[in-house]
């Protein structure tokens, strides 16, 4: 449990915790776009965390209603980008994204001839790519071999939350400082998990298993 008000940047700290509550060296996270962060992801997998984490659709273009990103294939081998309509895209400019090196590319000429120009941008097209973002293309890939994944996630973290905050009354916490505040979850998991298995086992199984 954490103070802090937004997930961006908990993930690798919370699989780590999950790693040493469990005893493994190695273990799988998945989790929803709010964690989804170069830096969290990198740690993740420095630390045996691997990590299936959506990407987010962000950015300039995709707010003005332009092509995002993603229609944009990038081939490493040659470090360009082709774009929908078969340009290529060069690094022309580097800068900083945070503490990460951001690497421009762009064709001002094919830009600037283009008929679809309209549905891409006004001057002609930058897309940006981290010096790092190998990770986020590894991470992608894993993606894209087990689809359904992120189904499995939803199926068995949003049941919890919903049962918690809808049908348990946990909205707001009562108590204040961080330590109150892990007792009061703490003992709402415990009447989470006493619920959930009186619904699967029923109380004698419930019963058997304590004496057991």
Same mark, same amino acid.
């Given at each position: 449990? %954490?103070?802090?008000?937004?997930?961006?940047?908990?993930?690798?700290?919370?699989? *780590?915790?999950?790693?040493?509550? !469990?005893?493994?060296?190695?273990?799988?996270?998945?989790?929803?776009?709010? =964690?989804?962060?170069?830096?969290?992801?990198?740690?993740?997998?420095? $630390?045996?965390?691997?990590?299936?984490?959506?990407?987010?659709?962000?950015? /300039?273009?995709? #707010?003005?209603?332009?092509? %995002? @990103?993603?229609?944009?294939? =990038?081939?490493?081998? +040659? &470090?360009?980008?082709?774009?929908?309509?078969?340009?290529?895209? /060069?690094?022309?400019? #580097?800068?900083?994204? #945070?503490?990460?090196?951001?690497?421009? =590319?762009?064709?001002? &000429?094919?830009?600037?001839?283009?008929?679809?120009?309209?549905?891409?941008?006004? /001057?002609?097209?930058?897309?940006?790519? !981290?010096?790092?973002?190998?990770?986020? &293309?590894?991470?992608?890939?894993? !993606?894209?071999?087990?689809? &359904?994944?992120?189904? +499995?996630?939803?199926?068995?973290?949003?049941?919890?939350?919903?049962?918690? @905050? +809808?049908?348990?009354?946990?909205?707001?916490?009562?108590?204040?400082?961080?330590?109150?505040?892990?007792?009061?979850? /703490?003992?709402?998991?415990? $009447?989470?998990?006493? #619920?959930?298995?009186? *619904?699967?086992?029923?109380?004698?199984? !419930?019963?058997? $298993?304590?004496?057991?």
């Amino acid at each position: 449990m %954490s103070n802090q008000v937004l997930d961006l940047g908990l993930l690798a700290q919370t699989a *780590t915790a999950a790693m040493e509550a !469990l005893g493994v060296e190695r273990i799988d996270a998945v989790a929803d776009r709010g =964690y989804f962060k170069i830096e969290d992801i990198e740690a993740c997998e420095a $630390a045996g965390i691997t990590p299936y984490v959506p990407k987010p659709l962000r950015g /300039s273009a995709v #707010r003005e209603g332009f092509f %995002s @990103k993603e229609v944009f294939r =990038y081939e490493p081998d +040659q &470090d360009v980008f082709i774009c929908p309509f078969g340009a290529t895209l /060069s690094p022309r400019y #580097r800068g900083k994204s #945070r503490d990460n090196v951001k690497i421009d =590319y762009a064709n001002r &000429d094919a830009c600037t001839v283009c008929t679809m120009k309209p549905r891409c941008i006004r /001057s002609f097209r930058r897309v940006s790519r !981290l010096e790092n973002e190998a990770v986020l &293309d590894r991470m992608a890939a894993r !993606l894209a071999l087990r689809p &359904d994944i992120l189904a +499995q996630r939803r199926n068995s973290v949003e049941h919890p939350f919903g049962t918690i @905050k +809808q049908w348990m009354g946990q909205g707001a916490f009562l108590m204040r400082r961080l330590e109150n505040v892990r007792g009061e979850f /703490s003992l709402t998991a415990l $009447a989470y998990n006493i #619920r959930r298995a009186i *619904t699967l086992v029923g109380v004698p199984g !419930l019963i058997a $298993a304590v004496r057991a």
